[in-house]
């Protein structure tokens, strides 16, 4: 009998299991180990839904599996891809050369926002009229991986998620993409599943106004701030990033930055910039577009104006960090990447607005962040104002400083560390010796 002990003793020490063999043997393990603990068989599961649509999501996944992937087993999953890809109608169209992501990024690249706004809002209709479908792909891939929780940055699929993880019990929470975050509770009314939270990232008026329709209790609207990557709120050494970039000029910094989707717009604005008469110096990313790249370095630029193009990079915020003004878009990321590095922002609406990115345009210049480029041609007439008022362009830097940023780590540790306690597979996840 002791042996038999010793040998379970050793599995737990060894292993991090132990098998008992025989109930009439519990009470004696219990009897020579003292106190009893929990060896845990597995760390909680998170699932994060995602799309390649743009590159919000990706930035958002990333921040999620900065937080938590130490702590939690997170699962990075493209839910249009990966889950309920056979209601997608784009393959069968194309003869399986593309998908609906695929034509989303198209469109994006060649500037037809009204397409890409018509392209979205029928997805979101058909979305609706196949709920009851989709929602059952997406509980029975809940359940047969037994999540945790599910976590959604995704628009437009969260009715039918919610539905699922509402079915399979599994507690769920929204991280929006953007200050519009109608798009991320279609099909949402009244909810009233106790083991739901909806995000926002800023507390303004314009995002609660966004999702009043869908009746959402107040106690379970959180407000975290956006989720920008870890680098983005880290203190930063401005002199080692010159050097790391081999910026040695004391030119003014502007950079150029039109999301994953829109670097051919990064090309026409530094074309238009080049007419400026004030000294500055471009940098300009363009992502893994290589044939942009290279368009831009064979441009001829007068002399007092200088640039380097950057291709594909982690390191935005660190360029961020050393620049004087953001050339950029209103998307969810880009936005939110300009409010945490308190850096003074053009915005381009030269191609009007994708629907749920319309309220940051506003946002920016209620709040005097910067300015709407509604023409590219606007650019040099901004730039002329910036860079010959410094007061003026220090400003706008305060404001962007003083706007209120939440700490985005710290309520999500708190909400998931919450969430997760109220899983159906908790009690499966340990055994106490």
Not at 11 to 21: A, F, K, P, W, Y
Not at 52 to 67: C, F, M, N, T
Not at 189 to 202: A, E, H, L, Q, S
Not at 387 to 396: D, I, N, R, V
Request: include cysteine; hydrophobic fraction near 40%; proline fraction near 4%.
């Amino acid at each position: 009998m002791i042996m038999t002990i010793l040998r379970c003793v050793m599995s737990v020490l060894l292993q991090g299991t132990v098998m008992i063999e025989g109930p009439h043997l519990a009470h004696k393990i219990t009897e020579y180990m003292a106190p009893s603990r929990v060896i845990e068989q597995r760390k909680k599961k998170i699932v994060v839904f995602m799309s390649v649509g743009g590159a919000g999501h990706i930035s958002v996944s990333q921040r999620l599996v900065e937080d938590l992937g130490t702590k939690y087993d997170v699962h990075i999953v493209n839910i249009l891809k990966d889950v309920v890809n056979k209601f997608d109608p784009v393959p069968k169209l194309s003869w399986g050369s593309w998908n609906g992501e695929d034509l989303y990024n198209y469109l994006l690249r060649h500037n037809r926002t009204w397409l890409v706004n018509q392209l979205a809002h029928t997805g979101a209709h058909a979305m609706r009229a196949m709920r009851n479908s989709l929602a059952k792909s997406v509980e029975d891939y809940l359940r047969e991986n037994e999540f945790d929780l599910v976590i959604s940055c995704v628009h437009f699929v969260d009715g039918f998620v919610y539905q699922a993880a509402k079915a399979a019990d599994i507690p769920f929470m929204i991280i929006p993409t953007d200050v519009n975050v109608r798009a991320f509770v279609n099909d949402i009314k009244r909810p009233d599943y106790d083991k739901f939270i909806m995000t926002i990232p800023f507390d303004l008026q314009e995002s609660r106004a966004s999702i009043a329709h869908a009746k959402i209790p107040e106690d379970k609207i959180v407000v975290t701030g956006y989720p920008v990557r870890q680098s983005f709120v880290a203190p930063k050494d401005k002199e080692q990033i010159r050097k790391d970039f081999n910026i040695t000029t004391d030119k003014p910094i502007i950079t150029i930055l039109m999301g994953g989707a829109g670097s051919k717009l990064s090309g026409r604005y530094v074309k238009t910039i080049s007419k400026n008469q004030h000294p500055m110096h471009l940098l300009v990313c363009v992502g893994r577009n290589a044939a942009m790249k290279k368009k831009i370095e064979k441009m001829q630029l007068p002399d007092h104006i200088t640039v380097d193009v950057i291709g594909y990079t982690q390191r935005i915020a660190d360029l961020l960090a050393i620049s004087d003004i953001f050339i950029t878009k209103a998307g969810g990321a880009s936005f939110g990447e300009a409010i945490y590095s308190n850096i003074p922002m053009l915005v381009d609406k030269s191609h009007g607005a994708l629907d749920w990115e319309a309220v940051a345009y506003d946002v920016i210049e209620k709040y005097r962040f910067g300015h709407v480029l509604y023409s590219r041609r606007d650019v040099n007439a901004y730039l002329d104002q910036y860079l010959s008022e410094p007061k003026y362009l220090a400003t706008l830097r305060r404001n962007v400083t003083a706007f209120e940023k939440e700490d985005f780590g710290q309520h999500i540790h708190r909400l998931v560390e919450d969430l997760v306690q109220k899983s159906p597979y908790l009690n499966a996840q340990s055994v106490t010796v």
